[in-house]
Nanobody, 120 residues
Framework: QVQLVESGGGLVQAGGSLRLSCAAS????????MGWYRQVPGGQRELVAK???????NYADSVTGRFTISRDNAKNAVYLQMNSLKPEDTAVYYC??????????????WGQGTQVTVSS
């Protein structure tokens, strides 16, 4: 059983910063890519940032230059530093990871989501 638990969401004024954290726990053998997605009510879940096992990153155009994804392999954790936040960044942010347990097969896991609200 693998769990992803996010923390760090909240309410912030436009121009402010937040740092999201996500820790993976459970019967983990290996972690491949980890990333962050977000979703607004009535909208589709969209990629915000992704960090691949080789170190390459992918960012949504809307957050490039403002958000930074990082990872602590020793802690099975991924972080999202969000700077210069805008009201349009308001969403529920979900942690995502491709994780294998001792069985060796990689599966996709999601966290429960954390609300980020940016006031104008």
């Amino acid at each position: 059983q693998v769990q992803l638990v996010e923390s760090g969401g909240g309410l912030v004024q436009a121009g402010g910063s937040l740092r999201l954290s996500c820790a993976a726990s459970g019967n983990i053998f290996s972690i491949n890519a980890m990333g962050w997605y977000r979703q607004v009510p009535g909208g589709q879940r969209e990629l915000v940032a992704k960090l691949n096992s080789g170190g390459s990153t992918n960012y949504a155009d809307s957050v490039t230059g403002r958000f930074t994804i990082s990872r602590d392999n020793a802690k099975n954790a991924v972080y999202l530093q969000m700077n210069s936040l805008k009201p349009e960044d308001t969403a529920v942010y979900y942690c995502n990871g491709w994780i294998s347990t001792t069985t060796g097969a990689f599966r996709n896991y999601w966290g429960q989501g954390t609300q980020v609200t940016v006031s104008s």
